[in-house]
């Protein structure tokens, strides 16, 4: 590690309130959907080690011994961010998962709900990267005499852009007649229209999503 990587991870270390043990939890959530995926703890080493590698470094409290999320599953967490709350005494760590971050095989730990609709499907627009792989899927394999994704990216530019347009006018058409219901299932179709789109012009869900936290970020 070069000299001025360790004294970033220094400095990170120094930021964080460890607890009388040496941890502190580490709430891993994932960059692109927002789901919480687990909760694990880090101490200054693994803590370091995350930042060094850009992979999640833990400690396990029953082993007591630093782990590698991923070293034997290949369920990797590449790291985008990591953030302190306000009283230094807990972490958020947003990554890029590479399979489920639960052992069962779940996308994420917190799949038995004790009340309420949560899980891994309910984080606001969380199935939109699923079907942005899922179309990306279709784009590479599907037979289009089978698949409706398939058959558009097949017909071309001008099919898909003629399709965007209608679904954009059904939207408006059902806002104007303030049909609730018909509204929210045409929007589902033009997003879905829209990312077929972007799929055949190679512009990604994260690109868009970027393009609006700039926005964001210039109005301040």
């Known amino acids: 590690m070069s000299a001025a990587a360790e004294a970033?991870?220094?400095?990170?270390?120094?930021?964080?309130?460890?607890?009388?043990?040496?941890?502190?939890?580490?709430?891993?959530?994932?960059?692109?959907?927002?789901?919480?995926?687990?909760l694990a703890w880090m101490n200054a080493e693994s803590l370091a080690k995350t930042i060094e590698t850009g992979q999640t470094w833990f400690w396990s409290r029953s082993r007591g011994e630093l782990w590698n999320k991923g070293a034997t599953?290949?369920?990797?967490?590449?790291?985008?961010?990591?953030?302190?709350?306000c009283d230094r005494d807990a972490i958020v760590v947003t990554v890029v998962p590479a399979g489920p971050a639960c052992h069962t095989g779940e996308v994420t730990c917190f799949h038995d709900?004790?009340?309420?609709?949560?899980g891994a499907d309910n984080a606001p627009f969380a199935m939109l990267p699923d079907l942005e792989a899922?179309?990306?899927?279709?784009?590479?394999?599907?037979?289009?005499?089978?698949?409706?994704?398939?058959?558009?990216?097949?017909r071309g530019i001008d099919t898909m852009c003629k399709k965007v347009g209608e679904e954009a006018t059904e939207v408006a058409i059902a806002a104007k007649g303030g049909e609730h219901d018909q509204l929210v299932y045409e929007s589902a179709?033009?997003?879905y229209h829209l990312m077929v789109l972007w799929q055949s012009q190679g512009v990604s869900l994260s690109e868009v999503a970027e393009e609006l936290a700039s926005r964001r970020r210039s109005a301040g």
């Open 8 to 38: 970033q991870d220094g400095e990170a270390s120094e930021r964080v309130r460890f607890g009388d043990d040496g941890l502190v939890p580490a709430i891993v959530q994932d960059a692109e959907t927002g789901r919480v995926l687990t």
């Open 189 to 191: 179709d033009l997003l």
């Open 73 to 85: 599953s290949g369920n990797t967490q590449e790291v985008s961010g990591i953030a302190t709350d």
């Open 134 to 154: 899922i179309i990306a899927d279709r784009a590479a394999d599907a037979d289009p005499e089978s698949s409706y994704t398939a058959s558009l990216l097949a």
């Open 113 to 118: 709900p004790l009340q309420g609709d949560v």
